[in-house]
């Protein structure tokens, strides 16, 4: 298992050396523009010319990376053009949103899949093709129009929770709960829909298996056959495909984050780069790669625990 762990984490390193270099190199390589961008078009070229050189992007944009890949290593992620507000800081007050955003969304995600997949694989009839109707329909309609239609059924028609806004935990645990129901919400409606048809599937195969009509013939009843037996096998497709889906939510977190007006690292996102904040880009890049590469790691380690094959794959 400890090598199967070193692997995992050896290969997360890359990929995160990989995108954060890929993605330095575009947004840095034309820093005069986004200087041009964050100075206004009133700025002359002498002006632009002279920022350029303070921000010390005249210089080779690998030379630049790897300054920036050794500040980020003692924590110093850059100052915003913007603001000259450390991008640390910046984060540090934004990422508990976003976190409780994608942590709650991926937690009732994995768990409402599972129980919608099994019912719909046991059940069968006008269960499986009433479940399915619905992942169908959850497919199909974009998240920020179940947003939408979210605030105007539960915070306007009945005002149940707040329309906007967020509450630290800290300050309010229940009021903190209440702000993310509608967001979170939103977004699980297309995420169990596209895990539940996996969990859906890989049970309904693995119920067809020789072992499993064994299991029955020696009379081992069928809740056990489902959930010691035929479930734990099938845990490995349903748990790649919410992995992948997290790339989606943590893209999609920009967008709901918006809506509800939640001071997440999404609303930050698109302030940055509509504005050119160069390193205010890569911190939240940083970020959402970071959510990325824990949430596939802590997948596949799961994985390999439920199925010990994947550890020798």
Known sequence: ???????????????????????????????????????????????????????????????????????????????????????????????????????????????????????????????????????????????????????????????????????????????????????VTAILVGLVAGSAQQFRGALIDTLSQDYIRTLRSRGVSERAIVLRHALRNAASPGLTVLSLQTIGLVGGAVLIERIFVLPGVGQLTQTAAITGDLPAVMGCVVFSVLVVIVVNVCADLLNGWINPKVRIS
């Not at 309609?141 to 306007?156: D, G, Q, Y």
């Open 1 to 183: 298992m400890l090598n199967f762990l070193g692997r995992k984490l050896f290969f997360a390193l890359v990929l995160f050396l990989a995108v954060t270099a890929l993605t330095f190199m575009m947004v840095f390589s034309n820093g005069a523009a986004s200087v041009r961008q964050s100075l206004g078009e009133t700025a002359t070229d002498e002006q632009v010319a002279a920022r350029v050189a303070q921000l010390g992007l005249d210089r080779s944009v690998v030379l630049q990376y790897l300054e920036w890949l050794k500040g980020l290593l003692s924590g110093d992620l850059g100052a915003s053009f913007a603001t000259g507000e450390s991008v640390s800081s910046m984060l540090t007050t934004r990422i508990p949103v976003t976190i409780s955003l994608v942590v709650l969304a991926i937690l009732l995600t994995a768990v409402l899949s599972v129980v919608v997949g099994v019912c719909a694989a046991v059940f069968g009839g006008w269960v499986d093709k009433g479940l399915q109707f619905l992942s169908i329909g959850g497919l199909a309609l974009p998240n920020f129009l179940v947003a939408i239609a979210l605030v105007f059924a539960f915070a306007i028609a009945i005002p149940l929770f707040p329309a906007t806004g967020y509450v630290p935990i800290e300050e309010n645990a229940g009021e903190w709960a209440a702000s993310l129901v509608l967001p």
